[in-house]
C-alpha cells in the first residue's frame, strides 16, 4: 500500500523512509491482528490509507506531529478515528476524511453554503472533502479559545485532522463513552455545563455546534468534552439559528429523558439570542 511513496526515491530522505517504514510495520501489525477477529477492519485501513491520505500523513510525520499509527477505533460514514501517537509519547486522535463517501457532497453542502467563510465551493470531491476537515479543524480551534472543552487541536494537513485524544481513564488507546452510554453521578450539574458550553460557542465562538446531541459529548470522568465539529456553522450563516434550535432542543429532550426537569428550550434559546 505504501508503495506508491517508495517510487521518487531521490525525493525521499532516509528519515522520512524510516518513519514511512515504520507506519508500514504498525499497519501490517494491525491487520494481521484484527484479521481473525474482525475483518472489516482490514478493509477500512486499506480505504482510509489511499495516496492523498498517505501523503496527508507523511506531512504530519515530518512535522513531528504523529510518530506512530496504532489503529482504528471509530468508523462512521463520512470519516474514521484513529488512535496515534505524538513524537513525545502523548495519544493523538487523528479523524480521516474520506473522499470515497458519497452522500458526502449531497449532505454537507447546506453547512458550508451560506458561511461566509467559505465562498469557494466548487471543484472536486477531494477538494470539499479537505474544506470540510479545515472547517472542523478552525471550528474547534474557536470553540477551544472561547473555553469550550473540545478535543484540542493540533494540526490538519489534507483530509487528516490531528487532535488531542479523548481517552477513556481507565485505559488507554480507547476513546471515552459518550453521554448516551452512561450514566451520570450528577445529572443536574451535566446538564448546566452543556447550557454553559452552548452559550460560550454562541456568544463568544459565535458559533453553532448544528449536530449537538448525546451522540456528540463524550464525557471523560467528570468531564464532557464536545466533539465532531465539522458542521457547525458560524453565528452570521442564515440557518444558524434553526441549527441552534434544534441544539438545544437535542440536548434538552436528553436530560428531559433522564428525568430532569429541564424546562422551556425556546426560552432558552430567546435568553441566548439577546445576549
Ligand atoms: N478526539 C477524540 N478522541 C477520542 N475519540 C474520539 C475523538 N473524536 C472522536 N472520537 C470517537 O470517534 C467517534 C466518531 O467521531 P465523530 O467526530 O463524532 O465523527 P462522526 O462524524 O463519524 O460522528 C466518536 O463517537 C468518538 O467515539
Ligand atoms: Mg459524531
Known amino acids: ?50 495516496y492523498q491520505t498517505l501523503m496527508a500523513l507523511y506531512k504530519l510525520l515530518n512535522a513531528g506531529v504523529v510518530k506512530l499509527v496504532h489503529g482504528v477505533v471509530a468508523a462512521g460514514k463520512e470519516a474514521r478515528i484513529y488512535w496515534a501517537e505524538a513524537r513525545d509519547g502523548s495519544d493523538i486522535a487523528l479523524k480521516i476524511y474520506l473522499v470515497q463517501a458519497a452522500e458526502f457532497r449531497r449532505g454537507r453542502l447546506m453547512y458550508i453554503e451560506g458561511d461566509p467563510r467559505f465562498k469557494r465551493v466548487r471543484g472536486d470531491k477531494r477538494k470539499l472533502v479537505e474544506l470540510w476537515c479545515s472547517k472542523e479543524f478552525r471550528n474547534l480551534l474557536r470553540a477551544h479559545e472561547a473555553g469550550v472543552k473540545v478535543p484540542r487541536p493540533i494540526a490538519r494537513r489534507g483530509n487528516v485532522l490531528a487532535m488531542e485524544f479523548v481517552s477513556d481513564p481507565a485505559q488507554r488507546g480507547r476513546p471515552a463513552p459518550l453521554l448516551k452510554e452512561v450514566s451520570l453521578d450528577n445529572p443536574e450539574a451535566a446538564f448546566e455545563t452543556i447550557k454553559r458550553y452552548i452559550a460560550l460557542l454562541y456568544t463568544k465562538a459565535r458559533l453553532v455546534h448544528a449536530d449537538l446531541s448525546e451522540y456528540n459529548i463524550m464525557v471523560r470522568g467528570e468531564e464532557l468534552v464536545l466533539i465532531d465539529f465539522g458542521s457547525a456553522v458560524d453565528a452570521d450563516h442564515p440557518m444558524a439559528v434553526d441549527f441552534l434550535y434544534r441544539d438545544v432542543r437535542n440536548v434538552f429532550a436528553f436530560f428531559s429523558r433522564i428525568g430532569l426537569d429541564v424546562g422551556d428550550p425556546t426560552a432558552f434559546v430567546s435568553y441566548l439570542l439577546q445576549r
Open 1 to 50: 500500500m505504501l508503495e506508491m511513496l517508495k517510487k521518487p526515491r531521490s525525493h525521499r530522505s532516509r528519515l522520512m523512509e524510516k518513519d514511512v517504514d515504520e507506519i508500514e510495520t504498525r499497519i501490517a501489525r494491525i491487520k494481521s491482528e484484527r484479521r481473525v477477529k474482525d475483518s472489516r477492519i482490514f478493509e477500512v485501513v486499506e480505504e482510509v490509507f489511499d
